[in-house]
């Protein structure tokens, strides 16, 4: 596939050292060890991820895009996805214009896509910056199937507010460090059912300690029958809730109550004041009473049908951020 004297294809292990320096260079977020690249593209829970590469006619790789196989729930039922993940090009083709049919991020997508419809790929799915919202919105210009984008605000829990206010609603609920483990997946289970949660990006305890096991692991236990009642993982830097789980709506708050009051009581050690919420329709009922605030940031989420089905509206879907 050549377009403007670029050459799309998928990787090949020979790329490698082309690909780490891509990153180095060009990526935004400092460079990766061969062994990361393993880690985070090939060596998945779910498989290997299909890797589109642009390249010059002298050889060069100048551009990269990930399309990371993940299970998700659609009208109840498991199929695997792709999620697009680690769009990287070389900034001297950022400047071509955007709008371009030509442009190496479409073209780079656009491979992408005819392999997930040969793999028979269901979904692909991606979070992307608030800026490429217009272009998204007007996918079939360039080539790709329709596609659905959803908007979500951002809130923020003063956990110091939460403290006062509402220090004795978690009844026997207590927070502590946790781990990700088989007991989190039957609680996943759980809340798929008493949500009535048909569409999702669909989780496991090798998937999540894979994903998010670099952050912070909060658990919330019945105190007497030591039952596991919710999950919250945050990123330790930002204070940015990832994963946020409990048996239903009531517990979900109570599970942000004890959260809160644990890192209020824990601030000398974990240096989170406060923390951050992508407000999906399910947090939105959560959080209905807490003293929340906005927080000047929106998110995005993205996601079609290679083959140009209908899926699900994404308001109906369960999602955190960075999925």
Same mark, same amino acid.
């Given at each position: 596939m050549q377009v403007a004297q670029l050459t799309y294809r998928l990787f090949v292990e020979e790329d490698i050292p082309g690909l780490l320096s891509l990153w180095e260079k060009f990526s935004g977020w400092g460079g990766i060890s061969e062994q990361q690249f393993y880690d985070w593209h090939i060596n998945t829970p779910n498989g290997p991820c299909t890797i589109v590469v642009a390249q010059t006619q002298d050889g060069d790789i100048i551009g990269q895009m990930v399309f990371r196989p993940t299970k998700v729930l659609i009208n109840g039922s498991e199929v695997i996805g792709y999620?697009?993940? &680690?769009?990287?090009? =070389?900034? /001297?083709?950022?400047?071509?214009?955007?709008?371009?049919?030509?442009?190496?991020?479409? *073209?780079?997508?656009? $491979?992408? /896509? %005819?392999? %997930?419809?040969? =793999? =028979?790929?269901?979904?692909i799915f991606f979070s992307p910056s608030i800026g490429w919202v217009p272009i998204l919105k007007v996918f079939p210009g360039y080539g790709l199937p329709?596609?659905?984008? &959803? !908007?979500?605000? *951002?809130?923020?829990?003063?956990?110091?507010?939460?403290?006062?206010?509402? &220090? =004795?609603?978690?009844? $026997? $609920?207590?927070?502590?460090?946790?781990?990700? +483990?088989?007991?989190?997946?039957? !609680?996943?289970?759980?809340?798929?059912?008493?949500? /009535?949660? /048909?569409?999702?990006? *669909?989780? +496991? &305890?090798?998937?999540?300690?894979?994903?998010r096991g670099d952050d912070l692991v909060l658990e919330v236990n019945d105190v007497q029958t030591q039952e596991l009642k919710g999950v919250v993982i945050i990123k330790k830097n930002t204070g940015?809730?990832?994963?946020?789980? %409990?048996?239903?709506?009531?517990?979900?708050? $109570?599970? !942000?109550i004890a959260v809160s009051n644990w890192l209020y009581q824990n601030s000398n050690e974990i240096k989170i004041s406060e923390i951050k919420l992508m407000l999906t329709p399910i947090i939105e009922q959560a959080v209905c009473d807490l003293p929340v605030h906005s927080i000047n940031y929106r998110f995005a989420f993205v996601c079609f049908n290679p083959q140009n089905k209908e899926l699900p509206l994404l308001r109906d879907w369960f999602i955190m951020p960075d999925e």
């Amino acid at each position: 596939m050549q377009v403007a004297q670029l050459t799309y294809r998928l990787f090949v292990e020979e790329d490698i050292p082309g690909l780490l320096s891509l990153w180095e260079k060009f990526s935004g977020w400092g460079g990766i060890s061969e062994q990361q690249f393993y880690d985070w593209h090939i060596n998945t829970p779910n498989g290997p991820c299909t890797i589109v590469v642009a390249q010059t006619q002298d050889g060069d790789i100048i551009g990269q895009m990930v399309f990371r196989p993940t299970k998700v729930l659609i009208n109840g039922s498991e199929v695997i996805g792709y999620r697009v993940m &680690a769009p990287i090009l =070389n900034t /001297n083709f950022r400047e071509s214009d955007l709008r371009s049919y030509d442009h190496p991020s479409h *073209c780079m997508i656009r $491979l992408g /896509n %005819a392999h %997930a419809i040969a =793999n =028979n790929i269901q979904v692909i799915f991606f979070s992307p910056s608030i800026g490429w919202v217009p272009i998204l919105k007007v996918f079939p210009g360039y080539g790709l199937p329709d596609t659905q984008v &959803a !908007l979500f605000d *951002c809130i923020g829990i003063d956990v110091s507010k939460i403290k006062t206010v509402r &220090a =004795n609603e978690t009844g $026997l $609920l207590q927070a502590g460090v946790g781990k990700i +483990s088989e007991k989190y997946e039957k !609680l996943w289970e759980r809340f798929i059912v008493n949500n /009535n949660i /048909n569409n999702a990006i *669909c989780r +496991s &305890a090798d998937w999540l300690q894979w994903r998010r096991g670099d952050d912070l692991v909060l658990e919330v236990n019945d105190v007497q029958t030591q039952e596991l009642k919710g999950v919250v993982i945050i990123k330790k830097n930002t204070g940015q809730v990832v994963e946020l789980i %409990a048996e239903n709506i009531t517990d979900i708050k $109570l599970t !942000l109550i004890a959260v809160s009051n644990w890192l209020y009581q824990n601030s000398n050690e974990i240096k989170i004041s406060e923390i951050k919420l992508m407000l999906t329709p399910i947090i939105e009922q959560a959080v209905c009473d807490l003293p929340v605030h906005s927080i000047n940031y929106r998110f995005a989420f993205v996601c079609f049908n290679p083959q140009n089905k209908e899926l699900p509206l994404l308001r109906d879907w369960f999602i955190m951020p960075d999925e």
